[in-house]
């Protein structure tokens, strides 16, 4: 669809006023979506986004501009638009080099002219719908979607880069909603990643909408939080939203490179308890936040950003990589053509540890069990965090007691990490659909870990 002599065009136009690097960024998106409210499927929505963008580095600076009318003119005038941020360039015009295509890795299948009937998607939402309420009577409502998406995307640089990607994603997510007259509560369960429909044969609905029933049932007969500081136990798999927010964001290479982060310029610096190892990987098979090729081309890499305490290094595109010299590390990536690319999060985990979860419980005499998050925030230059729990429950003397409700983690991310003191040996990734928030842009990301017993931090609750 757009072939090597258009993108040389757009490359050698953005490229008229100078300017050290440009890149031309190719979509075509397929969306399907449908969903359940109510017993029945209440609207059904199929999307096609198609457009380019471009964009020229200069000094620190980048000129972007997109345009999703296809003529050539349009495009032209898109690249005219983006080179001016080199107007002032002293040497004048920069040559392209000749285009290449370059082979990717093959992370996840694609089959971009498969047509999947609606019957299908709406067959397991209802199937979601039955379960969930099947499960106990005290379950009232049930909400539910599915997503199926395809983007196709050709990215040509002026250092002579070319590929193209073709990545799957699909979603289900369940909300099952309980109440037994007094209480009302709800549980969400959501899963899916880069592959296709197909994957909920084996990951089912009935799966999925009994373990959201299973949370919303729980959470009725949950205790007041308490408050105060105390220790904390991360459950495994969505526990790693914990290191994506905490962490995760103050390792990107443009909060670094400016100074903002309170990571800045301590690479080989201790930075967290020496249990602590914190990975990054683009290149996981079928994972929602996996890429054959970054969002400007370079391949998903796997990144060790702590090890064992020890921070080694930072996610990096190829701007700010450029800038600190050093190497991209396949972390480039945009919402959509009508973005820039920025370093952001691929799938961010902690590894295995030595201790088992039996273990970690019976060393805690009083804390909370925070088995999974329901969102939260970081402020990335402080590294402070607040956190909600959405499954949690009290910690007494050992064992496991009373679920908990309205509980908040309030700390710092380098702080609660020299806290850890000790690593499960659970670690898996979490098959949600977590979606990262960074600079007005949303992108699909992962996250995972082992049970973690951090040994101090402040809850905030409701009963002291």
Not at 402 to 408: M, S
């Amino acid at each position: 669809m757009f072939d090597e002599s258009l993108l040389s065009r757009l490359l050698d136009r953005a490229l008229q006023h100078g300017g050290e690097y440009a890149d031309v960024f190719c979509e075509r998106r397929r969306t399907v979506s449908y969903r359940l409210q109510d017993g029945r499927v209440h609207d059904a929505t199929y999307g096609v986004t198609l457009g380019i963008g471009v964009r020229v580095v200069f000094g620190e600076s980048a000129g972007f501009a997109s345009s999703d009318d296809l003529s050539t003119a349009a495009l032209m005038e898109a690249a005219d638009s983006a080179a001016l941020i080199a107007r002032t360039a002293p040497s004048g015009k920069t040559a392209a080099a000749g285009l290449r295509s370059e082979n990717v890795p093959k992370l996840y299948d694609c089959d971009p002219v498969t047509a999947i009937e609606g019957s299908r998607y709406a067959a397991l939402l209802e199937r979601a719908d039955r379960t969930a309420r099947r499960y106990d009577p005290r379950i009232v409502a049930v909400n539910a979607h599915v997503v199926d998406e395809l983007q196709e995307v050709w990215i040509a640089s002026s250092d002579g880069r070319f590929v193209r990607d073709c990545r799957p994603l699909v979603t289900l997510g369940i909300q099952a909603v309980a109440t037994d007259k007094k209480e009302r509560s709800s549980g969400y369960v959501g899963d899916g990643g880069r592959t296709s429909i197909a994957y909920f044969d084996r990951q089912t609905p009935e799966m999925l909408a009994e373990d959201a029933a299973r949370i919303a049932t729980v959470n009725l007969s949950a205790v007041p939080a308490p408050a105060g500081e105390m220790e904390m136990i991360v459950g495994a798999g969505g526990g790693g939203v914990l290191l994506h927010e905490a962490v995760g964001h103050g390792l990107e290479s443009d909060f670094n490179r400016r100074g903002t982060s309170l990571y800045s310029g301590r690479v080989g610096e201790r930075v967290a308890s020496e249990l602590v190892t914190i990975y990054d990987d683009g290149n996981l098979h079928e994972e929602r936040g996996s890429l054959n090729v970054d969002d400007e081309g370079v391949p998903g890499q796997h990144k060790v950003l702590v090890e064992n305490g020890v921070l080694r290094g930072y996610m990096q595109d190829t701007l700010n990589a450029r800038l600190m010299g050093a190497q991209s590390t396949g972390s480039g990536r945009r919402q959509s053509f009508r973005f820039a690319p920025q370093p952001r999060m691929c799938n961010t985990y902690m590894p295995n540890g030595d201790s088992t979860v039996e273990e970690i419980v019976a060393s805690t005499q009083r804390g909370i069990f925070a088995k999974s998050f329901a969102g939260g925030q970081v402020e990335i230059a402080k590294g402070d965090f607040v956190f909600m729990v959405g499954e949690g429950y009290l910690v007494e003397n050992g064992k496991i007691t009373a679920p908990l409700r309205n509980a908040t983690i309030v700390g710092n991310g380098p702080d609660a990490m020299r806290k850890v003191v000790a690593v499960g040996n659970d670690s898996r990734l979490a098959r949600g659909h977590y979606t990262c928030g960074k600079g007005g842009q949303n992108v699909p990301v992962g996250v995972g870990m082992p049970t973690v017993k951090i040994s101090s931090i402040t809850v905030g609750g409701t009963q002291t």
